[in-house]
């Protein structure tokens, strides 16, 4: 039996695809869960279409991702806080204080994306923001101490 993906499944195949199938499997497993459709002709023209919206809008994404990338790799911030004995932080530089200090010059990145170690030591440090799939922007963080 012949049918048409709706989901990515792994030893069967990618969304998208017409892939052929034990009639039982199609019947009992892929239909009742969605995971796929009958290969009419209508079904396959649907997903076709699906697939290509999904990669306009990826490709939209990624281009949005990449100018961002562009704009960031100048990008200088410098934090503040206050330090104790040795010039180390109380507490630490966290993704939600260089999300803020981003917005504060007018990015827009959520904190989830930037890929940050702990810092818990005054300095310069190079931490990576990834904006989108193989999309990675570097920025140059400076935490200096609170006077």
């Given at each position: ?10 030893n ?25 459709v009958g ?6 023209a649907?997903?076709e279409h ?8 990826a490709?939209?994404?990624k ?6 990338a ?10 503040t806080?206050?330090?104790g004995?040795?010039d ?54 400076t935490?200096a101490?609170?006077?």
């Open positions: 039996m012949h049918v048409v993906l709706t989901e990515d499944l792994p069967v195949g990618k969304s998208g695809e017409l892939v052929r199938v034990r009639p039982g499997y199609a019947r009992n497993f892929l239909v009742p869960r969605g995971l796929a290969a009419t002709a209508e079904n396959v649907r997903i699906e697939k290509k919206v999904a990669e306009a809008r490709a939209k994404t281009k949005a991702a990449e100018e961002l562009q704009k960031l790799t100048n990008v200088k911030i410098t934090i806080k206050p330090v004995e040795g180390r932080l109380y507490g630490s530089v966290t993704s939600r204080d260089i999300e803020e200090a981003l917005a504060a010059q007018g990015y827009t990145v959520d904190r989830r994306r930037i890929e940050l170690d702990t810092i818990k030591a005054l300095g310069t440090y190079q931490v990576p923001i990834r904006l989108a799939t193989n999309v990675t922007a570097t920025i140059d963080v935490v101490a609170k006077s």
